[in-house]
């Protein structure tokens, strides 16, 4: 019986999707809770990761995946908290732009400082998402807000997102050998 090659390359985005919206869930179980009701966690590496190994549109597709499950009542976001109350929350502008984020450092450009510029241009609108929502949920003004809930996150994004893109080069390989064989 032959395979055809699209159907075989469907599936394996199929379950890339899957997976890769598992590892987000997982990723933002990794949390260290901080008065601002916006915890530190490990979303940022998760999405930058997956999105670096599948690209744009799995990488958005995944995380759009993600979102929805959490806001349907799956325990995926921080905390193993899950509903439309946590998107409508103060951390709810994060998880909408880890969508945004994604598609951004899913983008393969010819060199990887190339990406890794994407993939930091895809969190400041994850930022500016976030610090938005938390702006006008929490009564508080643009530049508080960046204080409270993106400064103190600044430097473990951005390293997280370095690492992610480093970490999806072998990763990649790994996966074009295992789909071509």
């Given at each position: 019986?032959?395979?055809n090659k699209k159907t075989?390359?469907?599936t394996v985005q199929i379950v890339m999707c899957a997976l890769f919206a598992a590892i987000i869930a997982v990723s933002a179980q990794v949390t260290l809770p901080l008065?601002?009701?916006v915890p530190i966690t490990l979303h940022t590496f998760?999405?930058?990761l997956c999105a670096a190994v599948g690209g744009s549109l799995t990488g958005t597709v995944s995380t759009a995946v993600y979102v929805l499950l959490g806001a349907v009542g799956v325990p995926v976001f921080a905390s193993m908290r899950g509903g439309f109350d946590v998107l409508l929350g103060p951390t709810g502008?994060?998880?909408?732009g880890f969508i945004v984020m994604a598609f951004f450092c899913g983008i393969k450009a010819k060199h990887l400082w190339s990406r890794t510029g994407f993939s930091l241009i895809g969190l400041v609108v994850c930022y500016l998402c976030g610090a938005v929502q938390y702006a006008l949920l929490m009564q508080k003004d643009m530049i508080t807000s960046i204080t409270l809930v993106v400064l103190p996150f600044m430097l473990k994004d951005v390293l997280s997102i370095i690492a992610a893109q480093y970490m999806a080069i072998p990763i990649r390989k790994a996966l074009a050998n295992l789909i071509h064989e």
């Open positions: 019986m032959e395979t075989t390359i469907k008065p601002t009701q998760g999405v930058a502008g994060f998880l909408f």
